[in-house]
């Protein structure tokens, strides 16, 4: 059975101040979450946020990384850097990074493999924008950046990773999913992961993202094959954040 994984992604928000008061009032309230928990700061923040983190029940991941493992990319952090700095996980192809810094599936595919042999669990992100939805095409989006994904990494590597889909049409803007439709599409990805290895397939968590709430997640985290979520706005707030995480341990009761 596969435990439920709340991953907060707080973008490019938060302070040294704020950090810790956020931190400091999640932390003990996670004490007994009965799911996984990931926490994405800033980059700069990751060495407070892990000190922060330490001995706690939650575990640190970043927002991006480069392709290379190390050398003239300046403004770029590593792999190795990431795992140096208490990382564990890794946010890998949030559409932001493919609509604002032209990101594409094959440059994705690449930071997968590099966070992966680092030692990181990448949390790949799809998602179709709302054209694509709207003239039926969000089927071959998801098959394609997934595929992208899938050419490059060994079958035997599958079960390091996780997968967030993210309507982009969802995120930020307070429109969710339904869930019906959301496991549509986690269904289609799990599909095509088990084409490749069906036991990872079977075991790895796949996210669903974009404006998750506390007055939405329950209903979307109960379908079948909604394993989580990645959390953006409400990651923010601590209330949200733990209604969130109650929601999963909820569900996993129920289940
Ligand atoms: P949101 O962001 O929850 O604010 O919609 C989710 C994300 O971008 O990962």
């Given amino acids: 059975m596969r435990r439920k994984l709340i991953v907060g ?3 490019m928000n938060g302070s040294l101040v704020s950090n810790t008061a956020l931190l400091e009032d999640i932390i003990p309230q996670s004490s007994h979450a009965q799911c996984d928990i990931v926490i994405c700061p800033p980059s700069v923040y990751l060495m407070q946020c892990g000190a922060l983190l330490a ?3 939650l575990v640190m991941g970043a927002q991006d990384v480069s392709e290379h493992a190390n050398g003239a990319f300046t403004g770029d952090v590593s792999a190795s850097m990431l795992k140096d700095c208490g ?18 599936n094959a440059l994705i595919a690449r930071k997968v493999v590099a966070a992966i042999e680092a ?10 924008t709302s054209d694509q939805r709207e003239n039926a095409q969000t089927n071959d989006v998801i098959r394609h950046q997934i595929e992208a994904v899938l050419d490059v990494l060994p079958a035997g590597k599958l079960a390091e990773l996780v997968v967030a889909y993210e309507p ?8 969710t999913a339904t869930p019906e439709m959301a496991q549509e599409v986690h269904l289609l990805l799990r599909t095509i992961l088990r084409a490749q290895n069906t036991a ?17 997640v329950q209903a979307l985290i109960e379908m079948p094959d909604i394993d989580g979520g990645l959390i953006g706005g409400a990651a923010l707030k601590s209330s949200d954040f733990m209604a969130i995480v109650n929601a999963a341990n909820n569900a996993l009761r129920a289940s």
């Fill in 119 to 128: 030692g990181l669990k990448p949390i790949l992100c799809v998602g179709e």
């Fill in 55 to 57: 001995d706690s029940a």
């Fill in 168 to 175: 982009v049409w969802a995120i930020g803007t307070g429109k």
């Fill in 200 to 216: 990872a397939a079977n075991d790895m968590r796949i996210l669903y993202g974009g404006s998750m709430k506390p007055d939405n």
């Fill in 87 to 104: 990382c564990s996980y890794v946010i890998l192809g949030h559409s932001e990074r493919r609509a604002i810094h032209g990101e594409s």
């Fill in 9 to 11: 992604n707080w973008k």
